[in-house]
């Protein structure tokens, strides 16, 4: 697989299959995803919402016309630190066939940039504490895992 081949572009409506089973293709994301298709109407509630936000940006990573990774940049304005702006880096996948090509740190790389240029001053992300080698992934890009984070989940 060529790295050359890889475009990260905004993700469109004809992208969001494909992005709702990248999000379902592994034992978490399969206990909370639908990917059926006809999908069901909150996904696309929840595209058209994102799209038409000029503060988050769903990006999808293609290969040709395949479509081999997605993430979702938020940047979130701050008072504290300043009034420092922050980048939120969220629902990060690369297919399966992708994975250990270096697709990801290019991802995440390119979503870094895309924080910088909006002025953000801090980059955060999660992920579960059940996706240990994400946590190797990231730490190994230079996040740190200095917080811990909480949920309430809501329904």
Known sequence: MCKCDIVFRRAVEADLCAIVKMLADDPIGAAREVPEEPLVNIYWDA??????????????????????GTMQLSFIPGIARTGMWRGQIEAVRVLKEYR????????????VERCKERGCGIVQLTTDKKRTNAHQ????????????????LLC
């Not at 250990?100 to 979503?111: F, S, Y």
């Not at 990231?138 to 909480?150: D, K, L, P, Q």
């Open 47 to 68: 595209f058209r919402a994102i799209s038409a936000d000029a503060n988050q940006l769903l990006i999808v990573a293609v290969n040709s016309k395949t479509i081999v």
């Open 137 to 152: 992934f990231y730490n190994s890009i230079g996040f740190v895992a200095s917080h811990e984070g909480y949920k309430l």
């Open 100 to 111: 250990n090509t270096g697709l990801g740190r290019r991802m995440l790389c390119w979503g």
